[in-house]
């Protein structure tokens, strides 16, 4: 679900809209745009992403992205998800992400920010659920 651009919205429902920009979806190279509220901006707009599919192993649910551009301060970053089957019809997300170096940032600001970028986003994904789950 993570590489399907139309069932990324079902994964993340932070995701409003997820469109193809270049090339064949699955195939290394393919570039979409990601919208929604995934990460919080200061004036309450949608984020955007514009990543690229770097490489895919769909035997190993590992996907690695580059974001290319993006309204979030995280262009050039590499991200990498991988899927491993849980317990209960659960998954585990093991995401990883390379950054250059910021000229001007500690190390330590980096890592609050993006633990304050991807918390928010987990945190979005589990009140999507609790909301699901009472049928709200």
Sequence with gaps: MV???????EWMPM???????????????????????MFPQQDG????????????????????????ASNVGLDGSINTLKLVDYWDDSTL???????????????DSIIDYLGFLYKSGINR????IKASSIGV
């Design 3 to 9: 590489s399907q651009t139309k069932k990324l919205a």
């Design 15 to 37: 995701v409003e809209r997820c469109t193809d920009l270049v090339g064949e979806e699955g195939v290394p190279g393919y570039v979409r745009l990601v919208s929604g509220f």
């Design 45 to 68: 707009d949608r984020s955007w992403i514009k990543e690229r599919l770097v490489s895919l192993d769909s035997t190993s649910h590992n996907y690695v992205y580059k974001m290319e």
């Design 93 to 107: 997300v093991n995401w990883s992400f390379q950054i250059d170096p910021l000229e001007g940032a500690s190390e």
């Design 125 to 128: 994904i589990e009140g999507a």
